[in-house]
């Protein structure tokens, strides 16, 4: 058995909260294996985000224990963090949250400038992700000029650039309409079968049955996990919609 690339221990997280505290984990414990596509479900407030970012480093545990592909992460100091979420960790997220008044070329370099990769090999290395995400000509676009399904090809091409082990993405699909979803979960669904392992937060059923397994919260718990034995394709998916579309414009 190799080992896990997430594991967590009766991972807990509490916030002060004006004179409260709000026990937001309860004493999560997973094992994630490199390669999975897994879709964190649950109704508001149940503590996915909070898992999410215990996961993405970008917050510290109360209690418990959190391993990356087997090292501690649990316990480190902010420094580490950064570098583990810098240059293992990619993030998406439901707004975008791409720079306004720079190109999408230089959005996706930024992680890149950061973890100070020189000019030229930037360039090079963002450019290669934009193609990937399949906007090689919208380089010098600005988010404004882009529809929101572009730019969070954009943002997922960010999320790559640094060759994360892991992407993790918190509600990738909520500012998106039916068809842009699924053009993006096809995207995530196509880098999952490269290898990718990609962890994903979603309030939508659709949304979840692109993924192969799916972890529901309740109350701080995990309540359910389960595979899925089939999980739908989104490129199919999206190009049915596509050419109902196509139909739907044709007609006087
Ligand atoms: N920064 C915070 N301060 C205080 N309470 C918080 C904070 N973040 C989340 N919570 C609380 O923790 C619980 C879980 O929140 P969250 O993880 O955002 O749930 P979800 O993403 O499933 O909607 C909720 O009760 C929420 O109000
Ligand atoms: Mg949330």
Do not use: W
Not at 113 to 136: D, F, H, I, P
Not at 163 to 177: M, R, S
């Amino acid at each position: 058995m190799s080992t896990p690339l997430i594991t967590t221990r009766e991972l807990a997280k509490s916030y002060a909260l004006g004179g409260f505290t709000v026990q937001a984990l309860r004493g999560v414990s997973v094992e994630i294996n490199a390669g999975e596509f897994v879709a964190v479900m649950g109704p508001s407030g149940s503590g996915k985000s909070t898992f999410m970012n215990l996961l993405g480093c970008l917050d510290t545990p109360s209690g418990g224990e959190y391993l990356l592909a087997g090292d501690r992460v649990s316990g480190l100091g902010s420094d580490a963090l950064a570098a583990i979420r810098n240059r293992r960790i990619g993030f998406v997220f439901q707004s975008f949250n791409l720079l306004p008044r720079t190109s999408a070329l230089e959005n996706i370099a930024l992680p890149l400038l950061y973890s100070g990769v020189a000019g030229e090999e930037r360039n090079r290395r963002a450019t290669a992700r934009l193609a990937e995400v399949g906007l090689a000509d919208r380089g010098h676009h600005h988010p404004a000029q882009l529809s929101g399904g572009q730019q969070q090809r954009v943002a997922i091409a960010r999320a790559l650039v640094n060759d994360p082990v892991l992407i993790l993405a918190d509600e990738p699909t909520g500012a998106l309409d039916t068809q842009t979803s699924c053009e993006v979960m096809a995207l995530l669904q196509q880098l999952n079968a490269q290898g990718m392992t990609v962890v994903l937060v979603t309030h939508e059923h659709d949304i979840a049955e692109f993924a192969k397994r799916v972890i529901t919260f309740r109350d701080g718990r995990v309540i359910e996990d389960h595979m899925v034995e089939r999980p739908k394709d989104a490129a199919v998916l999206a190009a049915q919609l596509r050419a109902e579309q196509v139909v739907e414009e044709a007609r006087p």
